[in-house]
T-cell receptor, first 112, second 118 residues
């Protein structure tokens, strides 16, 4: 079952601008992960933030996590046309299961 | 990172036939793999958890007789869509978690299989 809600569902920006995507979830988690999917392809892991972390950086990516609000955000700075893809958050629920629960995703379009 | 390979990347079949999709972990052993289904412009829906050497665990609402899962070795899980119908047309993706067994690890995904039933 899906527990994540992401907004916006779609985002269109110009190259060079920043893109922010948000994710909310419902249960307690071990960590939250962000994935990227190019059209018709598998998912690629971008970044993982643990439940005891509040912010994490990786290159042009910045992820925040607020466990009190059960929400996370993904910021892509200085976007490029190649960043065009769908982005999904996935929660790793507490309880021992290895199953990830995916949000609905944000379709990002970066216009050159 | 670890590599998960899925085959075929696309397949077209006639209604009533069965289709087998393979998911291989190329450089690690995966006791557990996951099968997802994705409808156009939607998120991934977990169908089942494939367990090496034992029966798969299906999510609620997924027909186990329709979607047969076999995980006979530590590097291969297969999903067979039996008696396929047009409504089974979809994008199917497999994944496996980091083989180290450590907590807080990422998942590795296959390339996905586009199934079209005509």
């Amino acid at each position: 079952s899906q527990q994540g809600e992401e907004d916006p569902q779609a985002l269109s920006i110009q190259e060079g601008e920043n893109a922010t995507m948000n994710c909310s979830y419902k249960t307690s988690i071990n960590n939250l992960q962000w994935y990227r999917q190019n059209s018709g392809r598998g998912l690629v892991h971008l970044i993982l933030i643990r439940s005891n972390e509040r912010e994490k950086h990786s290159g042009r990516l910045r992820v925040t996590l607020d466990t009190s609000k059960k929400s996370s955000s993904l910021l892509i700075t200085a976007s490029r046309a190649a960043d065009t893809a769908s982005y999904f958050c996935a929660t790793d629920p507490q309880g021992g299961s290895e199953k990830l629960v995916f949000g609905k995703g944000t379709k990002l379009t970066v216009n050159p | 990172g670890a590599v998960v390979s899925q085959h075929p990347s696309w397949v077209i079949c006639k209604s009533g036939t069965s289709v087998k999709i393979e998911c291989r972990s190329l450089d690690f052993q995966a006791t557990t793999m996951f099968w997802y289904r994705q409808f156009p412009k939607q998120s991934l829906m977990l169908m089942a958890t494939s367990n090496e050497g034992s029966k798969a665990t299906y999510e609620q609402g997924v027909e186990k007789d329709k979607f047969l899962i076999n995980h006979a070795s530590l590097t291969l899980s297969t999903l067979t869509v039996t008696s396929a119908h047009p409504e089974d047309s979809s994008f199917y993706i497999c994944s496996a978690r980091d083989p180290s067994g450590r907590p807080n690890t990422e998942a590795f995904f296959g390339q996905g299989t586009r199934l079209t039933v005509v």
